[in-house]
């Protein structure tokens, strides 16, 4: 049974290149303790529709200090300065944003202080989970 409640979100803006924009997006990271293993990320651009990537926490994690992932959501410190970039894909598309590290990491840091890492277990309710997925 989840021990605590709560949410962070952390908006803000990015550089955005890819298959179907190129252009300056504004991200918003969000964490729920109901998921406690998992982060979204949510990218919206003028000519794009809103998109929304669920992924593991972990990666963010990961990606702060070299890189991680595969499939959807790939994270990597960029070679070049102090950013990070995030790679997105879906369908066919793909974006890449390039956002500053320490904002993931102010990020990550307030998700890790509603549900540190390691204790994620404790915070999901897989009963819960079950009724969504068996309905009685």
Known sequence: MPTARG????????????SCADANAIVRLWYDCSEPFAATIAVSAVDMPLRQWHFARELLAGGLNGACGLGAVVVARAPEDDDLL????????FLVLRVARRRVARFLHRTYRLVPPGRERDHFDV??????????
């Open 7 to 18: 949410t962070t979100t952390r908006p803000f803006r990015a550089s955005m290149a890819g």
């Open 86 to 93: 995030i790679g997105l894909h879906h369908d066919d598309d």
């Open 127 to 136: 009963d819960a989970l079950i009724e969504q997925l068996i309905p009685q």
